[in-house]
C-alpha cells in the first residue's frame, strides 16, 4: 500500500483528485483502507475500481473479465467457473461502466485525429432491431467510442460526432463515413464553435476550417457488392488526399478501418454475431459491453499494422497498442491494469456564497486549486 499514489474520493473534499500532497496515509493494513486528513475519510483501496466490495478472489474475477472482453460466451464461463450467469452479468456492468469513464478520462482529450472513421451496426435484440455506431482515428486505430440507441436517425449520429468533438483539437480533419445523411447534418452542426459577443443574446457559431467530409456508398445487387461511389461532400479535394496520405500513407476515400474494427466487435461481443442466438436483452447491457470490449482494444491489445521497426535491443518490431500510438501511454495495459486504474475527480471548486469569501476559503483555495 502506497499512500503517495491514492486520492480522496470524497466530492466534497477540498483535496479530492490531488495525488502525492501528503493528505492520505493508511487506515488498516489487514482491511486495505486509507483516511484522508482533511475530510477525515476512510476508503478502501479498491474504491473506485470493479472490485468495489466484491467477495469474489480478484483473480477469478479478472480472468472472468478478460475472457468477456475477448468474446468467451457467458454459458462457457458458467460451465468452467461454476458462476452465476447473473454474477457474470452484473461483472460485465461494472467493468464497463468503469472502462467508459476511463475512456472518457483519457481518451476524450483534444488531439490532432487527421482522418475519423464512422460506421453503424445493426444490432438484433430481444423485442426489436438496435443501431450501434462507432468511430475510429485512422492514424492511429484508437477507437473514439461509441453510442447504440434504438433508430439509425440524427439523435444516433449527433451522441457519436459529439465524441469525436471532444477528442478533437481545431485542425484539418476528414470523415470518411457511408451514404448516410445524419452524418453530414451532425458533422456540421456539432463542429462550430461561438464567435465573441459583447452583448445580450446567444452568440453566432462559427464552423470549423478544413473540415472535410467524404462518403463511400456502396451498390448493392442480389445481396453483393457491384460498385462503390466514392464522394466528396464538403472540403478541397487536395486537402482530402492530403490527409488520407498522412493518415493511412496511400490509398483512396475508404471505410476500411472502421469495418475491420466493426469485425472485431463482432468477434468479440456475443450480441452482434450475425445469425447467431446470443440477442441482446437491454440497450444498456450492450453498451456496456461495448465499453468494455473497445477499451480493452485500445489499452491491451497489440495492432499489427501499428509495430515500428525494432533498433533498440535487437528487436525486429516494436509492437504498439492504439493507445501507445495515441500518446496516451507508453505500455500494453494488463486488463487488471485497466480495471484497477482510478479515475481521478475533478478539482475541486469552492461553493459559491453570498458575501466576502472566508480566510478559510481563501487558505483552501490557496492549497488545492493551484
Request: include cysteine; glycine fraction near 8%.
Amino acid at each position: 500500500m502506497d499512500p503517495q499514489t491514492v486520492f480522496c474520493p470524497n466530492s466534497a473534499c477540498p483535496a479530492r483528485g490531488q495525488i502525492g500532497k501528503g493528505n492520505i496515509h493508511i487506515h488498516s493494513h489487514v482491511e486495505r483502507r486509507y483516511e484522508c486528513d482533511i475530510c477525515d475519510t476512510t476508503f478502501a483501496e479498491s474504491k473506485g475500481t470493479v472490485l468495489y466490495r466484491l467477495r469474489t478472489a480478484r483473480d477469478i474475477v479478472f480472468v472472468v473479465l478478460t475472457l468477456l472482453a475477448f468474446g468467451c460466451p457467458v454459458q462457457a464461463i458458467v460451465a468452467a467457473f461454476g458462476l452465476d450467469e447473473r454474477t457474470i452479468h452484473d461483472w460485465q456492468s461494472r467493468a464497463g461502466q468503469h472502462c467508459a469513464n476511463v475512456h472518457e478520462h483519457l481518451v476524450q482529450q483534444p488531439r490532432n485525429l487527421g482522418q475519423v472513421q464512422c460506421d453503424e451496426i445493426r444490432v438484433k435484440k430481444q423485442g426489436g432491431i438496435v443501431w450501434m455506431a462507432n468511430a475510429l482515428q485512422v492514424s492511429t486505430r484508437l477507437w473514439l467510442g461509441g453510442d447504440v440507441q434504438a433508430h439509425r436517425n440524427l439523435a444516433l449520429i449527433t451522441a457519436l460526432i459529439g465524441k469525436v468533438r471532444a477528442s478533437a483539437l481545431c485542425r484539418p480533419l476528414l470523415f470518411c463515413t457511408d451514404g448516410l445523411i445524419s452524418y453530414v447534418r451532425a458533422i456540421r452542426k456539432i463542429f462550430r464553435e461561438p464567435l465573441p459577443r459583447y452583448q445580450v443574446g446567444r452568440p453566432h457559431l462559427r464552423p470549423w476550417d478544413d473540415i472535410c467530409i467524404a462518403q463511400v456508398i456502396k451498390q448493392y445487387a442480389q445481396g453483393h457488392v457491384v460498385g462503390v461511389i466514392r464522394r466528396v461532400v464538403q472540403g478541397p479535394v487536395t486537402l482530402i488526399e492530403t490527409l488520407i496520405g498522412q493518415t493511412q500513407g496511400k490509398g483512396v476515400i475508404n471505410v476500411a478501418y472502421i469495418e475491420r474494427l466493426n469485425a472485431t466487435f463482432r468477434s468479440r461481443l456475443n450480441a452482434l454475431v450475425r445469425r447467431g442466438r446470443a440477442l441482446a436483452r437491454q440497450v444498456m447491457s450492450l453498451e456496456k459491453g461495448l465499453y468494455l470490449i473497445g477499451t480493452v482494444y485500445n489499452f491491451c491489445t497489440y495492432h499489427e499494422s501499428l509495430r515500428l521497426p525494432g533498433i533498440i535491443g535487437g528487436h525486429k518490431w516494436i509492437l504498439r497498442t492504439p493507445a501507445i500510438a495515441a500518446g496516451i501511454t507508453d505500455h500494453r495495459w494488463t486488463v487488471e491494469e485497466l480495471l484497477t486504474y482510478h479515475v481521478p475527480s475533478p478539482p475541486w471548486t469552492p461553493p459559491k456564497r453570498r458575501g466576502r469569501v472566508s480566510d478559510a476559503t481563501k487558505q483552501l483555495v490557496a492549497q488545492w486549486c493551484t
